[in-house]
């Protein structure tokens, strides 16, 4: 299926948002999740499905000030 990553289209097998983070090199890291614009907290994302043409966005903390 397609859902778009950070506004660029990605193919996934994930059905999941823990699996698609796998899968997108985010398994370990410290991340804010969203999809469709709804935050999902970390402890959720193995039971976020995912379905063809989702919005998810993927945020990093910065640094800085």
Known sequence: M???VN???RD???TDLA???KELGY?????ATAVNGEF?????RP???LAD?????ILAPMQGG
């Open 2 to 4: 397609k859902i778009l």
């Open 7 to 9: 506004g660029a289209w």
């Open 12 to 14: 996934t097998g994930a």
């Open 19 to 21: 699996a698609a983070l």
């Open 27 to 31: 398994a370990d890291s410290v991340v």
């Open 40 to 44: 999902v907290p970390a402890g959720s």
């Open 47 to 49: 039971s976020a499905r």
């Open 53 to 57: 043409g989702d919005r998810l966005e």
